[in-house]
Structures are given as C-alpha cells and as structure tokens.
C-alpha cells in the first residue's frame, strides 16, 4: 500500500517535541480568555425586553362588563373584580378567577343592588374579599364581600355612611380584619353635597370597629390605604380643600386608632389624582399621581411617581408623560417594592384591531427600567393592574368590536419566568433573610455604581456596576444600618427593619463638602475649607445687606476660591522670608475644599467672624480653618464700619474659622496668619497679644524677642507702638515686642502692595507645615 | 528557564486575576469623631449635644487659648490633651482711611461675648468616655463632658464596627474573609477554575517530560 502520510509534519500535541509548543498556544489561549473575560463577563444594561402578551381573554357573556381591578393570586392564577350589566340593565358587582392559563374558575355576579367591586385582596383562608359599592334603591354605600375560595358567598356588609358612597380599596389588617378606604357624599347632614374620603376598620366578619372621615369645604377622596408596622395607616387621595389650588394628591397618616398625624399634599396648578402608593423598605414611599393640564386635560397629562421620606417629605419624582388619548391608567406595586404603571390608547371602540397597551417597569425607587407596547386585540381599557414578579395583570374593560361582555385580563410576561402557570406573588430575586440594597442618585435617580455598602457598621462590598446594587445574604431579622458611602456623595446611614426578604433603596445627595485641592488624608494636611455668605456691610448705610453674588452664582464663588487659593496659599513663598524658608512642598501640605448647601450658607456679619451653615461641622468634621468669603464691601468704608477680617480662632484645629471679602489683598493672608499658624497682630491696636510659643512673632520682653535668634538684638527688636489713630487721641504703645519689619503682612503691610511675613513669623509658619500630621522637616 | 517562565507566567495569570477582583474596591473608612455642640455663657460650659459620627477629626494640638481640654479613659486615663481657643473672644481687623485714600492703616478690636454657642470635633480613640474642658486662668474645671451615651447609641446603630465594639483583654485582629457577591463572586469562581487548569496544564506538562 502506499504511504498516504503527507510529508510535511503533523502539528499534534501528541509528540513530545511539540508538548512546549501546544502548551504555549493553550497559555496564551488562556492568558487572553483571562483578559477578555472582565469584558465578555459583563452583563449587558440598559432595559430588558418584555416577550410579550402570554393571554388576554374577556370573562362572560353580558351586556356590558369590566374589570376594575386586579390581584395574583396564591396559585399561581389570577382573580379580578369589577362591574357587568345583565339583561335587566342593573349594574352588578362581578369577581372573576382563572388559572394561570387563562382558564376561568369561576365567576360570581352579585345581587340587586351590589353595584361594583373596586378592590379585592386573597385571604388567608383562599378565599378573597371585596370591596366597592351597593345600595338599598335610595343610597348608595361602601360594599365588603366575603367570598370562599369557590366563589360562594359567606357575608357581605353595606355602609351608608351618607347619600352615596363607595370603596376604592382594601388591605387586610394584621390583627385579620379589614381596612376600606373610599368616599362618600352627603355625609355632613341633609343638603351637603360635598364628598369626603372615608376610612373605616372592621374586624374579621366584616363588622365596623371604627371609621373616620377626611374632610375639608370642597371634594375630598381616599382612594388607596397601607397598613404600617405600627399597625397605623397610610391613605392616598385627592384634595379640592386642602393643598396650594386645584385637586391635589395627598398623603395622611393615621394610627391604629384611626387619629390623624402628619399629612402632606403632592401637585400644582392642575388637576392631580392620587392613583397608588406603596411603602418601601426604608420607610418612605412611592406615590404614583396623575396631573393633567386644566386646558387640555385629554391630551397633556403626566404621571408622576414620587419618592418620599417616612413622613411623605418628597425626595424626588420621575415623570412620565402620558400618551395622547389615553383612555385608562393604572399603578400597581410588587410585594418586593418594585411598580408598573399601564396606559392604554386606541381602545375606542370604533378601532376595529383592538387598541395599545403599554406598560412601563419600575423599580422600586420609582425610576423606569423598561417599557413595552402591546396590541390588545380586545380593545383592553386599562383600570387595574398588578405585578408578581416579572409578569403583570392588567384589567379594564373591552372595548374592540367583538369584546365588551365582561372583565378583560391580559396577562404580560417579561420572559423571565415561565410563561403560562404564573409564579408565586413573593419576589424571585432575594431568597429568605436576603436584603438587596440598591443605591441610586438623589438628585437624578440614576443607580450608583460602586457605592460602599456596609452592614452594621461593617464592610458588606460594593454596589454592582450593572444594576447599582448589592445581595446583602442571610441577614437576621430585625433591625440594622445600611451605611453607604461613595466619592462624591454625602455617607448616608438608613436603618432597616428585615422581615424576610426585602430591597432597600439608598439615596446618595452629593456631597456639601467639595474637593478642590486633595493632597492626602485630612490627618496629614491642613485642611481649608471655603464658605460663601449670603451677606455683605454697607458701609455707608451701616447695615448687613443680603446679597446673591455668590449663592445664585456657584461658579463665581467656586472661581474666587480658586483665585484666593492660587494667589495666597500656594503663593505663599513669595510672601515669606527667603532667609528662612518654607519646606519645599508646602503646598502639599495643605488640603483645599468649599463647602456648598444650596440652603444654608454663611453670614458673614453674624458678630465679628460670622456663623457658618447649620449642620457645618457634621458636613466636614475635619476641617482644621475655615474660610467664609465675602464679595465686598458697599459703600465708603471708614474705620467706624464693621471689621472687614475677623479670626475665631488663633491657630488651626476644631472650630477655628475667619472672615474675609474676596478682594481684600492680602487680608486672607492675615486672617489664616492668626488661623493657621497662630501669629499675633504686630501693629498696635486693641486687639490681643501673647507669646505664642513655640516660634512665636510677638514676645513679653525684649530680652525675649533677642534672644530668639542669634541673628537678633536688642536694637532690632522693637516694642509694639503706633502712632494715634485720630487726632487727639494717644499714641498706642503695648508691652510686647516684635522682630519682623514693616511692610508685615500681621503689621499695617496687610494694605501693602510689599507686605510679606518676617523671619519670625515664617518661622513659625515653617514650624506648622513641619508638625501638620506629625510631618518632622527633613 | 522554560520552569522559570511558567511560574512568571502564572504569578501573572493570578496577578491579572486578582486586580480586577481587589484593586477595584475603594478603601474601607471607619475613621469616627465626636461633635460636641456646647455653649459658654457666664463662665459656665453647657452640653448641648454629643454626637458620634463617621468622619475625620481635625488636627489638634497647634492652638493657643485658655482652655485646656483632657481626653480620658474610662479609667481617667490620659489619652490627649491640647489646647483650645476662648469662643467668647474674636479678632477683628479692620482698615483706616487717614488723611487721604493712599494711606491705609489698620486697627484691632477684641470682640467679646459673654456668651458663645461653640463645637468641638474630637477624634475617636478605643475606650475613650471623657473631655474635660479646664479655664487656664483660674485652672477651674469648666465642664466634663462624657461621652458614654453617644459611644453607646452609636454601638447600638453599628455593632459590627471594627473599631468600637469592646475587646475584653488581647483580640487578634484577623481581616474577615468575605465573598464578593454577584458578578464579581462568578468571576472569581471562575478565575479559579482557569489558575486550576493551567496548573494542572503544567503539572502535566513536566510529568510527561
């Protein structure tokens, strides 16, 4: 046979001559998968794509009919309620149930008089209760429902509280009973017509342990209610009564008892409608509010979804426009925090091909995570909404040519989970005693990435750079701090009460302290930190004026800071004795920063040295001098005006500040000579003298002062004298001596175009630069 | 040398490995202070409030005034003491215009409040309970200040803080190994995996030589 072995060599790895070979490319191979992973292994941002519709059916064969609202339900399916109208053309209460199939279980229609359902929670017992409206033929009041896990009904109660009324929603107590809150009219007496929000707490058979009315001279609506774990209340609705004009949406806190604690209002100058709220993890909450344009109230609205403290104080808002006629709109949030919000346009009735859904993700701080359009082929109508998970249940009624019997449910699944059989109503992404701390941005809602989250006080690692947080694991219940730091950013400390699994949000504000020039540690360094004020003298009128210059002018202060830094600081040679010298990276020794908070700012002319902004010291701790500058002075200065320079301090460390105006030469160099270095006046005058040892610039003897140097005598140390002030009066004369000549910058040469420290005074300058941070000169 | 360059190269492997996992991490800050909010008023220092927080103290020890603080231990032991500046007292420059606007002068004036609201920023040291603040004049103590209360609130808050929870006697410190989570712990899982293959790659490499 021939030999078919092609003769050129085999390249295999199976030789020994070739093992070296083979091993380098698997090396390389291996060493460049290694410095491609970081990129490869990065998850993808930016928003998901939802997969789609997985079914949207309408439930009964009626005249009329639509759903109201929505719930998940415990397996796995879903359960809505809402309103149908038979053929007897009397509207009726209807609650509806499916798999997670689609497949209807059952569905209940009320009786005469049970006019709708509004809301309906699962309970503990598989059953579900409902809330909305009924009626006696005369009036009309707040409906509950018990219904079994069958669709039969145990009990149901009405209300009349006034001439009409209805329920808007429920939850259900810890203590097993129920909380409604609704509204009714014709409640304050015959011939009231004004409508006020209703809460009312009954016990577990539905009967009434307490109830309470929100009241005010025009209409007023509750529409949602939580329950808190002090086992208070929180309601959202709408106010004409109360607010700055115009419905407003509002947030009351009540205890258990049902008595009112704070309450605040969310709006403007348009109608504003309360549509959801939920509580997060920290506390606060996210109220979701539709305002429309009292002009063009069909085509301009926006909905707003508000973060607030947990006193409803707003933190911040994330705006979302409402499409153009749109005919429904509805908010939900998951049990982990997370929301979405449902709008739906087209469903007209007269669009044969059905009308648009969309539907936009939250997380649970109320920014977007994604959006999605979906074609409803039932013309859907949106009225409610509720999410588990990744999928959501939309509700309302049918509007497309071939629906319109009864409620329509679309069901949406993001594709994250198995479409079809629903998942349970807890949150998949944190398993039990896990807490995921997401950090984001006060200011604009972004996510922040690589924030330092600690536990207790203790590192816990860093928020992630795809989705700005962290899986704090196995956390025991109870309470905890969440402290998170970041560059930039103002530490902030929330604490947390972990029941189970939960997501945290932390807002991160920047920073009030700014850095402008950061050599090292603030232990090392002589830290100055800059403050603006919000006043100025004139001088002529003899009075403190306000003054915008700096605070409606961050940038003009942030540039006058750069010139007094560059100028005199970091100038400082020039202004210091060459015979003595100053350690040749002095300026690396300092630290330079400014301080801003938009809401509190210095006033220079607050006594002598001025107050600094509330909180200033928790702000920046570490500042060893801090410097509140001042634009100028008005006017004609003369020597009866208010000082122009003041020191709090003789020499740096805690609570040692000055004040100086911006273009006051070298007046920034003699204030932080008493400030920072602890140099005394060398002019006469009322001021303060001490021998301020070691180094100091000013002594109690002249044999002192001679003796401070070999260089130094007698002759030429003088006593502190200066002629009289004004005429008539004595000539000044103290008992301590002084070295350094005039021009001095701590002498008249303050007002010298050649005024520069002395030997003694750049001693002692050297002896602090020397010193700072335990720095001993080489 | 073809040993030597493997065991470069795989140093370099578990350099490139572990960068990314480590040097990514911003330092850990755990440096604490007290901001104490007092005022003097007739002599007389009153608390106001007393406050631990995380941050950075000021540096202490290069001011002159007439009162002497003393930090202490539990047991009244010294741990620091300095100097610190009157707050009634403020120094006050201003300019005088003489005879015409060329000559300038400057005068002082003492400022002096009977009353003053002041704070003071003190670092943190382990086992650290007391300040007392003493008048150098008369060497009156003016007020002691202790600062068990804060210590504690702030234990309560961060209990896991490596610098206040009491050590009776001699702990080893031992850094706390922790896992990263998320993307980092997959990288690092397989990271490892990899530094396994090419050591088992070597392994094999000089069994078979």
């Not at chain 2, 702990?171 to 995996?193: F, H, K, M, N, W």
Request: aromatic share 10%; hydrophobic share 35%; with cysteine.
């Amino acid at each position: 046979m021939a030999d078919n072995t092609p003769d050129f060599p085999v390249r295999g790895c199976g030789s020994h001559r070739n093992r070296f070979s083979c091993a380098r490319i698997l090396f390389v191979l291996i060493l460049v998968s290694l410095i491609l992973y970081p990129v490869l292994a990065a998850p993808s941002a930016g928003p998901e794509n939802m997969s789609g519709i997985v079914w949207e059916k309408t439930f009964g064969q009626h005249i009329q009919g639509s759903g109201h609202a929505v719930i998940m339900t415990n397996n796995g399916g879903v359960a809505a309620t809402g309103e149908v109208l038979g053929a007897d053309g009397i509207p009726r209460l209807s609650v509806v149930t499916a798999d997670g199939n689609g497949n209807l279980l059952w569905e209940y229609v009320g009786g005469e008089g049970t006019y709708e359902g509004n809301s309906l929670m699962q309970t503990p017992d598989g059953g579900f209760i409902v809330a909305g409206s009924s009626g006696d033929g005369v009036r009309t009041g707040v409906l509950l429902l018990k219904l079994d896990s069958g669709g039969r009904i145990e009990w149901n109660r009405t209300f009349l509280a006034g001439t009409s009324g209805q329920a808007d929603a429920i939850r259900i107590t810890s203590d097993g009973g129920y909380v409604i809150a609704g509204s009714v009219q014709g409640d304050s007496g015959p011939g009231s017509s004004n409508w006020d929000g209703y809460i009312l707490k009954t016990d577990d058979q539905g009967i009434e342990e307490w109830s309470r009315f929100f009241k005010g001279v025009k209409n007023d609506y509750c529409t949602a209610i939580e329950q808190t774990p002090d086992d208070g209340f929180i309601v959202e609705g709408t106010t004409d009564s109360y607010g700055t004009g115009g419905n407003e949406t509002f947030l009351v806190q009540l205890n258990a008892h049902g008595d009112e604690g704070w309450f605040t209002t969310f709006g403007g100058q348009g109608y504003d409608r309360g549509i959801g709220f939920s509580r997060m993890a920290d506390g606060g909450f996210t109220v979701a509010t539709l305002s429309c344009n009292p002009s063009d109230a069909a085509t301009n609205c926006t909905l707003g979804v508000i973060r607030t403290d947990s006193r409803g104080n707003e933190l911040g808002r994330t705006v979302i426009p409402v499409p153009r006629g749109a005919d429904g709109t509805a908010f939900a949030t998951s049990a982990g925090g997370s929301g979405a919000i449902a709008f739906s346009t087209g469903g007209d009735g007269s669009n044969q091909t059905g009308g648009e859904v969309l539907l936009t993700v939250l997380d649970d701080t109320g920014a977007i995570l994604s959006s999605g359009s979906y074609l409803s082929p039932d013309g859907l109508a949106v009225s409610g909404i509720a999410v588990a998970g990744d999928n959501y249940a939309i509700t309302g009624s049918g509007t497309g040519a071939s629906a319109g019997h009864g409620p329509v449910i679309m069901l949406i699944g993001t594709g994250r989970e198995t479409p079809g059989l629903l998942a349970p109503t807890q949150p998949a992404e944190t398993g039990p005693g896990d807490l995921r701390v997401t950090v984001r941005e006060a200011d604009t809602g972004e996510i922040a990435t690589d924030a330092l989250v600690y536990l207790d006080g203790s590192a816990a690692g860093l928020t992630s750079e795809s989705e700005g947080n962290i899986l704090l694991q196995h956390v025991s219940e109870g309470g905890h701090s969440i402290r998170v730091t970041r560059d930039g950013f103002a530490e902030t400390t929330k604490t947390v009460d972990i029941e189970g699994n939960q997501n945290l949000t932390v807002f991160l504000s920047p920073s009030k302290v700014i850095p402008v020039i950061v050599n090292g540690p603030p232990e090392g360094k002589i830290d100055v930190v800059f403050v603006a004020s919000k006043t100025q003298y004139d001088c002529t009128n003899q009075e403190k004026v306000a003054t915008d210059t700096y605070t409606a002018n961050r940038t003009l202060f942030q540039q006058d800071v750069s010139n007094l830094i560059s100028d005199n600081y970091l100038s400082l040679d020039q202004y210091t004795s060459g015979q003595i010298g100053l350690p040749s990276d002095y300026k690396d020794r300092f630290n330079f920063y400014y301080y801003w908070d938009k809401d509190n700012f210095a006033d220079a002319f607050d006594g002598c040295a001025g107050t600094l902004p509330d909180h200033f010291w928790e702000n920046a701790p570490f500042a060893d001098v801090v410097i509140i500058v001042y634009p100028t002075y008005t006017g004609l200065y003369s020597g009866t005006c208010q000082p122009d320079g003041c020191a709090s301090g003789l020499g740096l460390g805690t609570h040692s500040w000055v004040k100086i105006p911006a273009d006051g030469g070298k007046l920034i160099l003699h204030e932080s000579g008493h400030a920072i270095f602890g140099l005394i006046d060398a002019y006469c005058g009322d001021t303060y003298y001490t021998e301020d040892d070691p180094f100091p610039n000013v002594w109690s003897t002249g044999a002192a002062c001679s003796k401070a140097s070999t260089s130094w005598n007698t002759s030429t140390c003088k006593q502190i004298t200066g002629p009289a002030l004004s005429p008539g009066s004595a000539s000044c004369s103290k008992q301590f001596w002084e070295y350094d000549p005039e021009p001095n910058i701590m002498g008249v040469g303050v007002y010298s175009y050649f005024g520069k420290f002395g030997e003694a005074e750049t001693t002692r300058i050297d002896y602090i630069f020397n010193n700072i941070g335990g720095v001993k000169k080489a | 040398m073809k040993l030597r360059s493997l065991v470069i190269g795989c140093l370099l492997i578990c350099l490139l490995l572990v960068g990314p996992v480590c040097g990514a991490y911003p330092s850990e800050d755990y440096s604490k202070v007290l901001v104490l909010h007092l005022n003097i008023s007739n002599g007389t220092v009153n608390e106001q409030s007393v406050e631990m927080q995380y941050g950075h103290p000021p540096s202490l020890g290069f001011q002159t005034g007439d009162i002497h603080g003393i930090l202490k231990t539990s047991e009244g032991k010294v741990i620091n003491e300095f100097d610190l500046w009157d707050p009634r007292y403020q120094l006050g420059d201003g300019v005088v215009i003489s005879d015409n606007s060329t000559n300038l002068s400057i005068i002082g004036a003492v400022n002096y409040s009977d009353t003053a609201d002041f704070t003071l920023v003190m670092p943190y040291y382990a086992d650290q309970m007391t300040l007392d603040l003493t008048d150098k004049r008369t060497g009156s103590l003016l007020k002691t200040v202790n600062f068990s209360s804060a210590i504690g609130r702030f234990r309560a808050t961060y209990p896991d803080d490596p610098g206040v929870n009491p050590s009776p006697g001699f702990r080893l410190q031992i850094p706390e190994i922790r896992l990263p989570s998320g993307d980092t712990l997959a990288y690092l899982v397989i990271g490892c995996g990899l530094i396994t293959l090419v050591i088992m790659m070597i392994i094999v490499m000089f069994r078979k030589k």
